[in-house]
């Protein structure tokens, strides 16, 4: 169902936003729809090009079919609702993890899988057509607060009331907030990501039904391995493959750089030591798209001391390349900020807002990159007795769904379903201003009556708005 967003700030105020990515342009979409004027700088030649697929889960997706954008996911995603996990040395099926339907249905949205350039499209067509002006070959070199602007490399300054940082985890606004650039540490591991066309999987039917999307059991498979994976599912209609495979980067030779997702490496470069049909998609695989996993910390301000300077997505809170959610942080991030941001009618209102978009934001997004860390260390597992157990449990989920229902062991799905999938940021963003923004609203309000009818000789002192002892939670 859709939720038409009425909401308009009664103050427009002039949004840059730096990075065109995911977070770039859901956000100038939001910020659109909420009345505000909005321009987007990204340093690329044009709307960004990266291979591989993308998770749609139910959080995500419900926000997309909020914002109008349902008739685009029905044309470019296809649905899932199990994962085949396969032994990467024998080719085994080891078990599998489905959701059920009925307790999926209770998250209130679809769980799709697609192209990451479906997605792009797909925001990036919504931010053009909601207004938002996108401008490319725009590098910038840093953020200046007094008065709020960004300097390029050739000099040049842009100015506008707010700048938004959603230029990734190696953020250069967000080297302007903190005054250094937030490095980080090499995990160890790298992503390389590549689609292939089922094309030319057609004279190997073994390959050929693997790789397909069947309706009525959608499943992908994840091969695991030592201190390795790799994840493939169907994309564009059943007409191409997506695989991600995480491979120890002391396996490949290649440059020590942490690079972008411009970086491509020769399929050949990447040492197959695995199961046979794995073995020939990954030798069918074009030359692969790579990024390093590199552990970095989460920003501790998101915005600066002037509160014109702020931060959003993976610019404030990186997580790994590739993972479940990775997608779903950023749209998330647009929906309360834009959603906040729609209550804007006065200036002094600016503090109390960003203040809430971290509270509640940032327990959300460290909740999610403690279960996306963990995940790796399912599925790396070594031989031993945590495997075996793990092997086991997955093997049993299976047998149990093929029985039918059971109700205890499936008592973790509607936990992992109100805490993950069931989350609503507009529902998140609206409780808060409905219990501490309207309060807030009403104080000022009492406020300036009071100062209208109190008599000049007698003093009053109001406390700050900021300082009045009321806690906002993120729940």
């Known amino acids: 169902m859709m939720v038409t967003t009425t909401a308009k700030a009664s103050l427009s105020l002039d949004f840059l936003i730096v990075g065109g990515g995911v977070a770039g342009l859901a956000t100038a979409f939001r910020l659109c729809q909420a009345g505000h004027r909005v321009r987007v700088l990204d340093q690329s030649s044009g709307p960004k090009q990266r291979s591989g697929g993308t998770h749609l889960p139910p959080n995500l997706t419900k926000i997309l079919v909020e914002w109008g954008l349902g008739d685009k996911l029905a044309q470019y995603g296809l649905s899932t609702r199990a994962s085949e996990f396969i032994s990467m040395d024998t080719g085994d099926v080891i078990g599998c993890l489905e959701w059920k339907e009925d307790v999926l249905q209770e998250s209130g949205a679809d769980y799709l899988l697609m192209h990451y350039q479906d997605l792009h499209t797909i925001l990036y067509e919504a931010a053009i057509s909601s ?3 996108i401008s490319y070959n725009q590098v910038v070199s840093r953020a200046l607060a007094n008065p709020p602007r960004v300097r390029l490399v050739n000099g040049d300054e842009i100015h506008a009331d707010l700048i938004i940082g959603a230029d990734g985890p190696q953020s250069i606004i967000r080297e302007s907030i903190e005054g250094q650039r937030e490095e980080g540490i090499p995990e160890g591991h790298s992503i390389y990501v590549a689609v292939i066309s089922r094309e030319l999987l057609k004279d190997d039917k073994e390959l050929y039904e693997l790789t397909s ?3 009525s059991s959608p499943t992908y498979p994840i091969w695991t391995g030592t201190s390795r994976h790799v994840t493939g599912f169907a994309v564009r209609e059943g007409k191409e493959f997506a695989m991600h495979a995480f491979w120890p980067d ?7 750089s942490v690079g972008g997702w411009d970086i491509l490496v020769p399929r050949e470069k990447i040492p197959i030591r695995c199961e046979p049909k794995l073995r020939r998609l990954l030798e069918l ?11 970095r910390p989460a920003a501790e301000e998101w915005s600066d001391p002037s509160g014109r300077i702020l931060l959003i997505g993976e610019a404030a809170h990186p997580l790994f390349p590739g993972v479940l959610q990775s997608c779903s942080m950023q749209v998330e991030d647009a929906e309360v900020f834009g959603s906040l941001f729609s209550q804007f009618r006065s200036w002094d209102q600016l503090p109390l807002l960003l203040e809430a978009f971290q509270d509640l934001r940032q327990r959300r997004t460290q909740t ?8 790796f260390q399912t599925v790396w597992v070594p031989p031993g007795p945590e495997r075996k157990a793990r092997d086991e449990a997955l093997r049993s989920v299976m047998v149990s769904g093929r029985q039918g229902w059971d109700e205890k062991k499936m008592r973790w799905q509607w936990e992992e379903i109100c805490e993950v999938f069931g989350y609503s940021a507009r529902e998140a963003a609206e409780d808060w201003w409905n219990t501490w923004g309207m309060l807030r609203e009403r104080s000022r309000t009492k406020e300036e009556y009071a100062s209208l009818y109190t008599p000049i000789e007698v003093t009053q002192t109001h406390d700050s708005p900021m300082s009045s002892g009321i806690s906002i939670a993120a729940d």
């Open 285 to 295: 695989a074009p030359d692969m798209q790579r990024i390093k996993l590199i552990n």
């Open 131 to 133: 207004g938002a002006q």
């Open 250 to 256: 002391s396996e490949v030779e290649e440059d020590a």
């Open 213 to 215: 999307s069947n309706p």
């Open 368 to 375: 999610i990159h403690a279960k996306e860390t963990k995940a």
